[in-house]
């Protein structure tokens, strides 16, 4: 069996930053001189190929077609290698993730995010286990030579995460992630355990690449005493052809004729609303409380247990994929891609 093979891909981000020896300020990180700059890589038998973008970003700059940018370069050399590792910002590094699940389908091989709270040049950085644990994971094969983790992965902080399970959670702590309604894909200490009942196994026989996002979207966070006169505007479905609410608990809401009809009126003209929970645990259970049930009545779209960004990323892939409001319903009802717990 030939050794493994992972393209480490380098989109911007802290990670990527080393301190200049003449001036001390930080400077992008040289790819060229990866093995001088982290000697550890060295006692791995993978071969590594690297990849920077023509211009690293602050993942705050992170857009759709910067997304569609990373998956043209996964699928343009998914039979090269063994696995992918991409180096990304933190901040939206989440919804990049959940973005690449839903634009790279039926993936037999792993893409792994992972990114650092500290410059990789800095003493304490925590960028150098993030990156290496992250290569060995990319490379993992099983007894049969088939890739162990074959989805969209985010690692960071001994923790390996589902792509589009996963929110940042923290600026301060190297623990900046968490995935609260799905179990650790794997967790490294001494060796790599990995959870084999919570890996993502795909029924696309073949790799499918989406990179069309509709970004004609809205995210409303409710919050008590918020006037929805305000947010008119956005209820037009000649702007905005899909709507996602972030609703208190299990999905309700403050009661409002206006605002039913405001729902009704956009729904019936053929936009789509998809109900999420603010919560960051939890799930979106319609009907089970009276602040739900004009909800459940006007038909709007359960998220069930769905992350915010899993939920964007979801509602612009959907968008993109089909104008038929049928099939868009069907879409975003659906378990695509291990997004969703149904």
């Known amino acids: 069996m030939n050794n493994p093979k992972v393209l480490i891909i380098y989109t911007g981000g802290t990670i990527g930053m080393i301190n200049d020896p003449e001036t001390g300020a930080l400077k992008p990180f040289d790819f060229e001189s990866l093995y001088s700059s982290i000697p550890e890589l060295k006692q791995f038998d993978y071969e590594l190929d690297t990849y920077s973008v023509e ?5 705050s700059d992170m857009n759709p077609k910067l ?4 998956a043209n370069t996964i699928f343009e050399n998914y039979a090269d290698y063994t696995g992918f ?7 939206t590094m989440a919804f990049t993730t959940a973005a690449m699940s839903f634009m ?19 003493i304490r950085t925590d960028g150098k286990e993030n990156l290496i644990t992250a290569i060995e994971l990319a490379g993992m094969l099983d007894m049969s030579g088939h890739s162990v983790i074959q989805e969209v992965a985010l690692y960071f902080e001994f923790q390996l995460y589902r792509g589009n399970r996963v929110s940042k959670i923290s600026t301060f702590n190297f623990e900046a992630f968490k995935s609260y309604n799905y179990p650790l894909l794997a967790e490294a200490g001494t060796n790599i355990r990995i959870d084999q009942n919570a890996l993502y196994r795909p029924s696309l026989t073949e790799l499918e690449k989406f990179t069309d996002f509709n970004t004609r979207i809205a995210l409303i966070k409710l919050f008590p005493g918020m006037d929805m006169s305000i947010y008119d505007a956005i209820f037009d479905v000649s702007k905005v052809e899909g709507i996602i609410l972030e609703t ?3 999905g309700n809401s403050f009661s409002s004729a206006a605002f039913e009809k405001m729902i009704a009126d956009y729904m019936a003209n053929g ?25 459940k009545r006007l038909q709007v779209l359960s998220g069930r247990d769905i992350t ?6 979801k509602m612009m892939y959907v968008l993109g994929k ?21």
């Open 85 to 91: 590792v991409v180096l990304h910002g933190t901040d």
């Open 67 to 70: 997304w569609g940018g990373i």
């Open 271 to 295: 936009g789509i609303v998809l109900n999420i929970t603010q919560c960051a645990q939890g799930n979106v259970v319609l009907g089970l409380y009276e602040t739900s049930i004009h909800y």
């Open 322 to 342: 089909t104008r038929d409001p049928e099939e868009r319903v069907e879409l975003l009802s659906q378990n695509l891609c291990g997004e969703v717990t149904i």
């Open 248 to 250: 208190f608990g299990n």
């Open 308 to 313: 915010t960004e899993a939920a964007v990323t």
């Open 55 to 59: 211009e690293p970003i602050d993942s």
């Open 104 to 122: 790279l389908q039926g993936l037999k091989k792993p893409i792994i995010f992972t990114g650092s709270q500290l410059p990789i040049g800095k």
